[in-house]
């Protein structure tokens, strides 16, 4: 592909990947684990721990909500409905129509304008700034004032939901960001020390090097679907590079900096100075699946993808390692995730009655506690770092909840965990992010097939493209 063409658009994209919570109990629930009782627990246990209905509400409430199970879906359909019913048992005045639609940046804007769109909906971090830009969520500040978890919000994750001035528009369902996954193995192999991964990009570039052998790359780079971009971005972060900024009170593409260069040159050296880059084009998780057959030794991956060794791939987790992204000048990672909006048509009451649905239905620490216990019973993985929007009080209770099922190897994650304390959690880009990855796509792709390519000059002909967008934007 050349530098100036734009990979398609896909169902396939980086921003379909992330999975709730929320979500992967309705895949749980599919399986048949529902019907093992823990439905009627929850059920139990969420009158049990859930407010009354708010007094002052005289009247009744009507609200929509996206991203509910399809009617094929029976088993995950049947735990969502128990859900629903057990909120509208203790609030009889509110009543709530599911709909079953997903967010899709290709359609989502004209729907939302035509007021074909639900009420309440979640959308991804990467279009937060651009529904709080055309005024598509109504402003909850005043709402959550006294929302128990409100100062449990993750900083960096708290201000892509929110305004210039601070304001909150959505509320944070969860949240990644990008680290180094590694082959304790691999590492074992090529004489490093597991426990020492690389903390630089340099260090890296010497990593990858020692760990190719003749069927095994130190390094899979994604380049396919949005990813490719999605991680140069991440690496562009930690050299103190931005994507895009404001300047003058207009967004300007800034990928093509110094910092940029200096990431696209380390992808061209390393495939072709080291020959330690697999050579093979890769979409989202494709890495995963080269870590687990070993074609690689290293890998950027996100927290919650760890699951995937074992659930996808079938092979044990005592033998990948996560750590933080190697750093430059930047001491940064790139974060994401999904976020709850609140169309601005409601009535005050009707936005009372959707937040306190959304908070019912994603933190209540018995359902948590439920699912906990479901997940580890059908052998699944308990505490994995998949979830960082939330820290401090929530976060605590949350552990503490994991600690009870935990059958990860937490130990495996400490150094992750320890960068995700360190360093700047940048969020994804403002303004049109994913079309911005599109556009950063082929950039890599040019590092990776063609050695005559130059970094400056690929960079420089992909600023030009993305600013076209950022300008159309604008208008």
Not at 356 to 380: C, E, H, P, T, V
Request: aromatic share 10%; charged share 15%; with cysteine.
């Amino acid at each position: 592909m050349t530098d100036n063409t734009i990979a398609p658009t896909t169902d396939n994209t980086i921003a379909h990947r992330r999975l709730s919570r929320r979500a992967f109990a309705q895949g749980l629930a599919a399986t048949g684990l529902a019907a093992t009782g823990s439905l009627g627990a929850f059920q139990a246990l969420a009158e049990a721990s859930t407010r009354p209905q708010r007094p002052g509400r005289a009247s009744s409430v009507s609200f929509s909500v996206s991203d509910w199970p399809l009617e094929t879906d029976k088993a995950a359909l049947a735990e969502a409905n128990t859900q629903l019913a057990a909120y509208e048992k203790l609030h009889p005045t509110t009543h709530i129509t599911t709909n079953s639609v997903k967010f899709n940046p290709a359609t989502f804007y004209t729907q939302f304008a035509a007021g074909n769109y639900p009420n309440v909906y979640k959308a991804y971090f990467t279009d937060a700034q651009e529904i709080i830009r055309r005024h598509y969520s109504a402003d909850i500040t005043s709402s959550l004032r006294n929302w128990e978890w409100l100062g449990s919000i993750t900083p960096g994750v708290r201000q892509t939901a929110s305004d210039a001035s601070g304001r909150l528009y959505g509320i944070p369902l969860d949240a990644y960001s990008l680290g180094l996954c590694y082959s304790r193995k691999a590492f074992q192999e090529a004489g490093l020390d597991p426990n020492k991964p690389p903390t630089t990009w340099a260090q890296f570039r010497a990593y990858s090097k020692k760990l190719t052998t003749a069927t095994r790359k130190g390094f899979g780079m994604l380049s396919t679907q949005n990813t490719g971009g999605w991680h140069f971005t991440a690496i562009l972060y930690s050299e103190g590079g931005r994507g895009e900024a404001l300047q003058a009170g207009h967004n300007v593409a800034t990928f093509n900096s110094p910092a940029g260069v200096k990431v696209a040159q380390l992808l061209h050296d390393m495939r072709w100075s080291d020959n330690s880059v697999l050579n093979k084009p890769m979409g989202y998780d494709d890495n995963t699946r080269a870590l687990a057959e070993g074609q690689i030794g290293m890998g950027i991956l996100a927290g919650d993808q760890i699951a995937n060794f074992k659930q996808t791939y079938k092979v044990g987790l005592d033998d990948f390692m996560m750590a933080g992204l190697p750093q430059g000048p930047g001491n940064a990672t790139l974060f994401g995730g999904n976020v709850f909006f609140f169309d601005p048509r409601l009535s005050s009451d009707t936005l009372a009655a959707a937040i306190d649905w959304i908070k019912f239905q994603n933190f209540n620490l018995a359902y948590y506690d439920s699912f906990d216990r479901a997940l580890a019973a059908s052998g699944g993985i308990v505490g994995i770092p998949n979830n960082i929007a939330y820290t401090g009080a929530l976060l605590a209770a949350r552990q503490k909840v994991d600690a009870t099922y935990l059958n990860a190897p937490l130990k495996n994650y400490s150094a992750y965990l320890a960068a995700n304390a360190r360093l700047k959690l940048v969020p994804e880009a403002r303004v049109q992010a994913q079309t911005m990855y599109q556009t950063l796509d082929p950039v890599v792709q040019a590092m990776l097939t063609d050695q005559s390519a130059s970094p400056q000059h690929v960079l420089d002909a992909a600023a030009r493209q993305f600013q076209r967008v950022l300008d159309q934007s604008a208008s």
